[in-house]
Structure formats: C-alpha cells, structure tokens
C-alpha cells in the first residue's frame, strides 16, 4: 500500500486541517476542523510507484560516468512497518556489473 500519495494528501486537506486516521484499509479523514483546497496548488512530490523509481534510480546511477562499471548496484524498499528491506529484482538487474 503506498501510504501517501498526492490524491490522499489533497482530499485529507479538503475536508480537514486537523486530524486523520490510518487503518488497513487506508487513510481516514476524522473531519475535525475545516478544510481547504490549497492542498490542490502543491506538487506533494510523493511517488506512485516504489519500485519503478528504485529501478530508474539504480539506472541513473549505473549509466553515470563517475561510478566505476565493476561495482554492483543494488535496489530496495524499506518496509517501515516490519523493517525489512524488500529487494526490487529489476533493480538488481538493471544495476549488475558490467565487467
């Protein structure tokens, strides 16, 4: 579940200021307090998709010049709720030595 996106922080900000809840389903919003849609004019700069941006982090850093092409370089996730890393395979893949 990605726990914020830039939909989720919108829509908690438009109908409240003050408080909001997490389940397993997602994020609640408690309605105290008034809203705002200034929430809407503010690029939150979440990221939608985990695991494609750990592989085009990995493969910006692979292509660069100054990182030598016998190093490996690997991709994760870190799961805050349990602590464990989760390893993205394409990133692994796309960040193997060349040599």
């Not at 909001?20 to 939150?44: L, M, P, R, T």
């Not at 592989?55 to 100054?66: A, E, G």
């Amino acid at each position: 579940m990605e726990t914020f996106t830039d939909s989720i922080m919108r829509d908690l900000l438009s109908t409240s200021l003050k408080t909001a809840s997490v389940d397993k389903s997602g994020w609640h919003d408690c309605c105290e307090g008034n809203g705002s849609n200034e929430g809407d004019f503010i690029d939150w700069l979440t990221i939608d998709d985990q695991q494609q941006s750990v592989l085009d982090d990995v493969t910006r850093i692979r292509n660069h010049s100054l990182v030598p092409k016998n190093i490996p370089i690997y991709g994760y996730i870190y799961d805050v709720k349990t602590g464990s890393l989760i390893e993205v395979p394409e990133a692994t893949i796309a960040g193997k030595s060349t040599i």
